[in-house]
């Protein structure tokens, strides 16, 4: 079911929302948050990379948390690709910042890093915008003499 509305002349804000595009939105935060950890988990454990160990570097992908990570990030991409399909990127990026939460909380659990309080408090007011900003509408449309794009299912009574 989607919601439209009037904002100007030119514009429409719908929300398009559905349970397959809030899982979507799901793989996104876990592709991103456990493939970012994944990776550094991997990183941590080749040690770090400099001048002298290049070929640590080309070969990190090769390492199995390294490579699980860049899956998992890939997952991310496409879901991420995918959604933008549908909705705003001013949508899209503020409502999968979940992940933001779920990666501290992994860095900390999984890779023994320390959170400071204002980190948490940071993570806090960036989960709370992203409350304020997902309660609004996910997709601008532009009204064309076609109507509105045709993967849009816009019941006839919305449309003014």
Do not use: C
């Amino acid at each position: 079911m989607q919601e439209v509305e009037q904002s100007t002349p030119a514009h429409r804000h719908v929300h398009s929302m559905n349970f397959l595009r809030y899982l979507l939105l799901a793989f996104i935060v876990i592709g991103s948050t456990f493939g970012d950890v994944y990776v550094a988990k991997g990183m941590k454990q080749i040690g770090e990379i400099s001048i002298h160990r290049l070929r640590d570097l080309i070969l990190a992908p090769l390492h199995p948390y390294v490579a699980l990570g860049i899956a998992l990030l890939a997952l991310f991409y496409f879901s991420y690709l995918a959604s933008l399909s549908w909705a705003d990127l001013s949508y899209i990026m503020p409502s999968t910042t979940f992940g933001y939460v779920l990666t501290a909380l992994l860095a900390h659990f999984m890779l023994g890093e320390r959170v400071p309080l204002t980190r948490w408090i940071g993570i806090a007011m960036i989960s709370l915008g992203v409350g304020l900003i997902t309660g609004g509408h996910s997709l601008t449309v532009v009204p064309t003499p076609e109507g509105v794009s045709p993967h849009l299912e816009i019941k006839p009574e919305a449309r003014s």
